[in-house]
């Protein structure tokens, strides 16, 4: 049964008989969660057909009453909540060291990445003003592909037509 919310369990419980071993379906209550042997306790439907089981009397009528189960200190949820009867000291959980891994970039593999880390900032300055003027001098060259193409003379011998002309339609009348 959870903290947060009740669930039902139902558990075989083993009891010893002159013949041999007999198991017991054995229901928890939805209320206290205690155990609910056979033929005690009573069921309670409700209108959704969700079904409650009830040890006791007490445990319907607070159920009925709607009181919390958490905040009533006899029921197994409160003691959870509050680890009461815990008889063993549960050691404490050693929680691992991550373990940090150094992974390459899409671009650039670890090598280079280690190479960019060990740079000088002298160097990493060079290297930044060797870049700059490279995309530069890149730009400038590109801009004169464009120029050339512009200054070409363009044929502006054929007469203007639009294209609702040159389809044929209705403007050439």
Same mark, same amino acid.
């Given at each position: 049964?959870s ?5 039902f369990? =139902?558990?075989? =419980? ?5 013949d041999?071993l ?6 928890i209550d ?5 155990r =609910?042997?056979p033929?005690?306790?009573r ?8 079904v409650f089981?009830?040890?006791?009397s ?14 009533i200190?006899w ?5 959870r ?19 940090k891994?150094?992974?390459? =970039?899409v671009?650039a593999d670890?090598?280079a990445i ?8 002298q160097?990493r ?7 700059i003027?490279k ?5 400038k ?9 512009a ?15 040159m ?7």
């Open positions: 049964m903290a947060g919310r009740l669930t369990e =139902i558990r075989m =419980i083993q009891k010893e008989w002159k041999g007999v198991w017991y379906k054995v229901e939805s209320f206290s969660g205690y =609910i042997y033929s005690k306790g069921l309670f439907v409700r209108g959704d057909s969700k089981r009830f040890s006791t007490k445990t319907e009528s607070l159920f009925l009453q709607r009181k919390n189960p958490r905040k200190a029921t197994q949820v409160y003691r909540m509050h680890k009461k009867g815990i008889t063993e000291e549960v050691a404490k959980k050693r929680s691992r060291r991550t373990v891994h150094q992974r390459g =970039i671009g670890l090598a280690a190479a960019r880390r060990n740079q000088t900032p160097a300055t060079q290297a930044r003003l060797a870049a003027t995309a530069k001098q890149e730009k060259v590109k801009e004169e592909k464009k120029a050339k193409p200054s070409r003379p363009t044929p502006a011998s054929a007469p203007k037509v639009s294209k609702q002309q389809k044929g339609g209705k403007g050439g009348r």
